[in-house]
């Protein structure tokens, strides 16, 4: 007898799937004699993949969110138990690296900020309890994409060789009274300089730096990102030399070529106020 199992992908009200696409569905047998369907995105959850798609926004934000603790409570804590002595010391050294490791892949233009720093800041909190969080840029990931694939565990971050990276300042609109836009332009402030203290602390640009990429929407490939820290590495096929050749000259072309940079805004970074005179 079959059962089906709904996972976050493969409800017809859900906003998972906004492009109405068809979800694949894979068939497995269960230990009873039974066969139990899936749809794919929950077949690869159970083998620690999370797949960090569409806008940022809360519905996503809260399913990942679900998704990422789901696996370190039913997968990872038991086994980090395990190794953990009566004097609550965790010895992580008992517990493969590949068994506490939840890989992310990201595909998203970004979106909410809010949303997505839930979604950062539980990474970070899992990164600390000794979950290795593996990120890869698979399609793009901008804006937000960019802050949480930043945020991986060090060594762990990854783009595949055509993916699109954009980093820039926070987009706001307000409306109302007068004094309302500008709590509304403070808080925007806020938020701008926190995203860019999350680059501080997990890239190795400078202020300078960060200041000039985030004047404008600031595209890069891979090659770019792994130089500037956003990354640790391009995943490369190694199959076929003339591909990858071809791959890793792109990627450096994009960072490299004067008539290519022509294209990409980075404006100098403003002088400081002098004095008032």
Known sequence: MSKTVRGPFNDESAND?????????????????????????SRLLDSNVVFV??????????????QLFHLYYDKIKPALDAATDSNGETDLSKVPEKNRTIKMFINSPGGYVNDGLQIYDAMQLLQSEGVVIETHAT??????????????????????????????????GTQGTIKDMDISHEESKYINERLKDVYRAHTDMDDEAIEKIFDRDY???GEEAVKLGVIDKVKYPDNNPRVKEMLER??????????VKKTRVLREVPPAPGPAK
């Open 250 to 259: 792109q990627n450096k072309k994009h960072m490299e070529d004067p008539e």
């Open 53 to 66: 798609s569409h806008q940022v926004e809360p519905g996503m934000a809260n399913t990942i969110v679900a």
């Open 17 to 41: 799937n906004p492009s109405n696409m068809v979800i694949p569905t894979v068939i497995r047998d269960n230990d009873k004699g039974g066969r139990v369907a899936y749809d794919v995105y």
């Open 139 to 172: 399609g793009i990931a901008m804006s937000m994409g960019s802050i949480l694939l930043v945020a991986g565990s060090p060594g762990h971050r990854y783009a595949w060789p055509s993916a699109n990276i954009m980093l820039h300042q926070v987009s706001a």
């Open 219 to 221: 595209f890069m490939r």
